[in-house]
C-alpha cells in the first residue's frame, strides 16, 4: 500500500506544482513535494500537467525554411506580420506540412516539433532596461544558448534534406479565426491573412497589440507568443522556480 | 430549560478513542478491498489487445522516417537532447549515440513488442519490453511528443502489474494446450506468461485502480486548466479549438453558425472534465460519463485530427468497464459462433 501511495502522490505532483506557480512565484510545498519525487517522475514519464487546450485553444505555429542563398528572388524578400504569407511562394520547405508528412501521426510529430521551438524561443537582444536585471539576463543567456543549438540542430537536418548550402528558419504563426471572419468575411481557415512571421526581436511586433482572435487593440504592447522564460514587471523569477 | 435537556452527556473519552480506531480501521478496511481485493483481467485483456497495437503503430511512424528523428542528420542531435536532459531525469541509451543503425534496431524491437504485446504472446516479457523502448524513444524524442504518448505510456505502465495477458491472447492458448498435455509447464515458461492462471488476482485490481486514478487526475487538472481561460467561460473554445487549421481534418467552421451550439459544446466538456473525478464512480452516472467520454474523445478524433490520441483515450476510459461486462460479450460470442466439427 505504500508503494501505491507514493505513486498516487509522484501523478499529482507534477500538475500541482504547474498548477501553483505564477508570474510572482511557486508555491513552496508543491515545489518542494515534486522536486522531492523529480527522478521518480521525470524518468516514468510522469511530468505532465494536462493542460490540454488550456487556458485557451492559442495561436498554432508553423516552421519555415529557405534555402541561403535563395533559390528563388520571391524567396529573399523579407517576412512580415503585416504581409500575408502565402507558404508555397514564400519558403522552400515548411511544417507541419499535411502534403509531405503522412500518415496523421506523422504529421502531428513535426508540428510539435514546431511548437516546441516556437516555445523554446528566446530574443537575440534584451532592451536596455532589463539588462540590469542579473537574474534576468542569466535567465535569458541560458535560454538564448538553447534556443541557437535547437536552430542549428534543426537548420543542419533542414540544409541536409533541402541540399542546400545552408537555410534560414522561420517562426509563423496562424491566427485563431473569429466566426466573423470566417462566416461574414469569408476568409477561409488557412487564408493567408492569418498566417503571420514572428520577429526575433520580442518587442517591435507591430500586431503585438492586437488580440489574435478579434483583430482588436488588446491593451498594452505585449508579445503575442509568451516566451518560456517569464517575467514580471521587468523581474527575472529565479532560475529555479522555473525549473525545479 | 437547562442546556442538558437537549445535549447527551459527555461521551467517555475512551469510547470516543475507539470510535475513532474502529473508523480508521473501517478506512483502511475499504480501501484494502479498493486496491487489493482480487478481480480477473478481462478489461486489462482489451486495453493490452489496444495498447500493443497503437505501441506498434507509433514506432512504425518513427520508423518511417528515421533519419529526421535519429542519426547524424536527425532534427534534434545529440547536443539538444543533452541539453534538455541537463535540467531533467531522463536517461535514455539513445542520447549517448547518433548511430542509425541503432536507431533502427531499437525501434524494430520495440514495434515487434507492440505485436506481441497485441497478440498475447509472452506478455510477461513483452509488456515490459514494449514500455521500456517506448520510453527510451520518448525521453529521446521528448519535443515531438503528445498526449498520445502520455496516455500509451501510462497504460502500458500498468498493464506490466497486471495478468493482461490472461484472456484473448496467444499465452491463453498455450497456457490450454499445456494443461490438456498433462504436462507441468517449466520455470522458463513461467516466466513468458504461460503459467498464469485466468483466476482473480489482486495485482489485476493494483492495476486497474491506478489507470482510473490516473484518468481522474487527468480530467481534474484538465478542466481546472480551463477554469483559467475566458473562452471556456465564454463558450467560445470549441469554435477556437475546432477551427485551428493545423488540427482540423474535417470542417466543423457550421458550427459558428449556431453558436449557442458552441457554448453548449463547450461548456458541457469543461463540466465533464471537472466532475468527472467524481461522477465516473457512481454506478448510475458512470454510464453517462463514459458516453461523454467517447463523444468529446470521438470529436477531437474526427474533427481535430488527432485520431490516436482520441482512440487511446477512448480505450482508456474502458478501464471503467467491469471485467464481467466483457465475460458476458465473449460467452455470448462464443454462443453465436457454431462450434467447429471436432468439437462437437
Redesign the interface.
Known amino acids: 500500500m505504500a508503494c501505491i501511495a507514493f505513486h498516487c502522490i509522484a501523478i499529482v505532483a507534477e500538475p500541482l506544482r504547474f498548477f501553483s506557480q505564477s508570474e510572482y512565484q511557486s508555491a513552496a510545498e508543491t515545489t518542494w513535494l515534486r522536486r522531492s519525487f523529480a527522478p521518480y517522475v521525470e524518468w516514468l514519464y510522469l511530468d505532465h500537467g494536462y493542460f490540454f487546450f488550456a487556458p485557451n485553444p492559442g495561436p498554432s505555429h508553423l516552421m519555415g525554411v529557405r534555402r541561403v542563398p535563395p533559390s528563388d528572388p520571391a524567396r529573399s524578400q523579407p517576412i512580415h506580420a503585416d504581409r500575408p504569407i502565402e507558404l508555397a511562394r514564400d519558403v522552400d520547405a515548411y511544417f507541419p506540412n499535411r502534403q509531405s508528412q503522412w500518415p496523421r501521426l506523422l504529421y502531428h510529430r513535426y508540428f510539435m516539433l514546431s511548437e516546441f521551438y516556437n516555445n523554446s524561443f528566446a530574443p537575440a537582444e534584451l532592451p536596455e532596461e532589463d539588462k540590469q536585471d542579473l537574474l534576468f539576463v542569466d535567465r535569458w543567456k541560458q535560454d538564448r544558448t538553447f534556443y541557437d543549438a535547437l536552430t542549428r540542430s534543426i537548420s543542419r537536418a533542414m540544409a541536409h534534406q533541402l541540399q542546400s548550402e545552408s537555410v534560414e528558419l522561420i517562426r509563423l504563426e496562424r491566427q485563431l479565426l473569429s466566426i466573423e471572419q470566417v462566416h461574414r468575411l469569408g476568409w477561409t481557415l488557412d487564408d493567408p491573412r492569418g498566417l503571420g512571421g514572428l520577429p526575433e526581436n520580442l518587442f517591435t511586433h507591430p500586431n503585438a497589440d492586437r488580440d489574435p482572435s478579434s483583430g482588436e487593440p488588446k491593451g498594452p504592447l505585449r508579445p503575442r507568443s509568451e516566451p518560456p522564460w517569464r517575467r514580471s514587471e521587468g523581474r527575472a523569477i529565479p532560475e529555479e522556480v522555473i525549473h525545479p | 430549560m437547562s442546556r442538558s435537556h437537549f445535549e447527551s452527556p459527555e461521551p467517555p473519552l475512551v469510547s470516543r478513542s475507539t470510535a475513532i480506531v474502529s473508523w480508521l480501521n473501517d478506512w483502511r478496511d475499504s ?2 478491498r479498493f ?1 487489493l481485493e482480487p478481480r480477473t483481467a478481462e478489461t486489462l485483456s482489451v486495453l493490452r489487445l489496444t495498447t500493443g497495437a497503437m505501441i506498434a ?2 514506432h512504425a ?1 518513427w520508423l ?2 528515421l533519419a ?2 535519429f542519426g547524424p ?5 545529440l ?2 537532447t543533452r ?1 534538455i536532459h541537463s ?5 535514455t541509451y539513445l542520447a549517448s549515440t547518433d548511430s542509425l543503425t541503432i536507431a533502427w534496431l531499437h525501434e524494430v524491437t520495440a514495434m515487434l513488442a507492440g505485436i506481441a504485446m497485441t497478440l498475447g504472446f509472452a506478455t510477461r516479457l513483452t509488456v515490459p519490453l514494449a514500455w521500456f523502448t517506448t ?1 527510451m524513444t ?2 529521446r524524442l521528448a ?8 496516455i500509451t ?2 497504460l502500458t ?1 500498468y498493464l506490466m502489474l497486471g495478468r493482461s495477458g490472461t484472456f484473448w491472447s496467444i499465452d491463453s492458448w498455450i497456457r490450454k494446450r499445456w494443461s490438456q498435455s498433462g504436462k507441468d509447464i517449466p520455470a522458463w515458461a513461467r516466466w513468458l506468461g504461460w503459467g498464469e492462471q485466468p483466476s482473480p488476482c489482486w495485482t489485476n485490481t ?1 492495476a486497474t ?2 489507470i482510473q ?2 484518468l481522474c ?2 480530467y481534474l ?2 478542466g ?9 467561460w465564454d463558450g ?2 470549441m ?3 475546432a ?7 474535417l470542417d466543423l ?1 457550421w458550427i ?2 449556431y ?1 449557442w451550439l458552441g457554448s453548449i459544446a463547450t461548456h458541457a466538456t469543461l463540466l465533464w472534465e471537472l466532475f468527472y473525478v467524481a461522477l465516473i464512480w457512481p454506478r448510475l452516472t458512470r454510464p453517462l460519463v463514459l458516453m461523454m467520454a467517447v463523444c468529446v474523445h470521438g470529436g477531437i478524433a474526427l474533427y481535430m ?4 490520441f482520441g482512440w487511446m483515450m477512448i480505450v482508456a476510459n474502458l478501464i471503467f468497464v467491469e471485467p464481467s461486462w466483457w465475460r458476458r460479450r465473449d460467452a455470448e460470442i462464443s454462443l453465436a459462433v457454431p462450434p467447429r466439427p471436432n468439437e462437437r
Do not use: C, N
Not at chain 2, 481546472?224 to 471556456?232: A, E, Y
Open positions: 480501501l484494502g486496491f503503430y507509433i511512424i518511417s522516417d529526421s528523428f542528420d536527425a532534427l534534434l542531435d547536443e539538444v541539453s535540467r531533467v531525469t531522463k536517461w520510453l520518448a525521453h519535443p515531438f511528443l503528445f498526449g498520445l504518448d502520455q505510456l501510462s505502465m493494483v485502480r491506478l486514478l490516473h487526475v487527468i487538472f484538465g481546472l486548466g480551463k477554469l483559467r481561460g475566458w473562452m471556456w467560445t473554445a469554435w477556437f479549438a477551427t485551428s487549421y493545423e488540427y482540423q481534418s467552421t459558428g453558425l453558436p485530427g488527432m485520431i490516436t
